[in-house]
């Protein structure tokens, strides 16, 4: 049995300003209480830097990242550009991303094998629509998003899955213990298959609509090595008691 220890980390998405930093401050203060869980912020772009200096001891990440070091990329930001501002993880894939941007899984990967292979925690993120689900095919997307998403092999940095079901993001909708239990066991068993022993060390995230309030039944499930928290990072009361149940987990 491996033990892989937990991971939280929150994605801040578009939202966040300097006056909002204060809650980075708590949150990491709470962390360090804590102990014995991986804590991560990844507020926007613009608030790397400042975060850094009120991280006390927890990562500070990005949510996106180029594929290319440097070029004609106007409005994208490089890996080496996210080290540089203090940023040690990357979040790469995440379904707003896909939606949104129209980002591939080739495009995912790409982004994924710059930011591993410049040394950063490159959380991954795979996950299917309400309709894949009601229509049975929730294993072989996201089996399919594995595939073409992650990088053959890596030398550097660090591979994290996360498991995000689209149709549970920011809904308050939760899947159930026993279908993030299916689920990340499907994802463990490609890894494994993939990658051998070292797919057995990939910390697999859950991330949808994760709060205080159910974080300690889908830190109980196996394979859930922590969690891709949205809105529920925002602010430390709301994110505290997710790290708290990580690490009592």
Not at 56 to 63: H, K
Not at 99 to 120: F, S
């Amino acid at each position: 049995m491996h033990l892989r220890r937990k991971l939280v980390a929150g994605n801040w998405k578009m939202n966040g300003s300097l006056g909002q930093l204060a809650e980075v401050s708590a949150i990491a203060e709470a962390a360090r209480a804590t102990g014995g869980v991986d804590v991560a912020v990844c507020p926007p772009f613009t608030l790397l830097a400042p975060a850094l200096t009120r991280a006390g001891g927890i990562t500070i990440g990005a949510q996106d990242c180029h594929a290319a070091a440097s070029g004609p990329h106007t409005g994208c930001v490089s890996v080496p550009m996210l080290k540089e501002a203090g940023a040690r993880l990357v979040i790469c894939g995440h379904s707003e991303r896909r939606a949104d941007q129209h980002e591939t899984d080739a495009d995912v990967r790409a982004k994924a094998e710059a930011a591993l292979g410049g040394g950063l925690v490159t959380i991954i993120c795979v996950g299917e629509s309400e309709a894949e689900r009601a229509a049975g095919g929730h294993l072989a997307r996201v089996e399919a998003q594995l595939a073409g998403s992650l990088p053959d092999d890596w030398e550097e940095g660090e591979l994290v899955v996360a498991y995000e079901p689209i149709w549970a993001i920011g809904t308050g909708k939760v899947a159930t213990a026993v279908d993030v239990a299916e689920m990340h066991a499907a994802i463990r068993a490609a890894l494994v298959a993939r990658y051998g022993d070292r797919g057995a060390r990939v910390r697999i995230l859950y991330g949808g609509s994760v709060k205080a309030e159910n974080a300690a039944e889908l830190f109980a499930v196996a394979d859930v090595d922590g969690a891709l928290v949205g809105g529920a990072s925002l602010t430390a009361a709301q994110f505290v008691p997710i790290i708290e149940a990580a690490a009592a987990s």
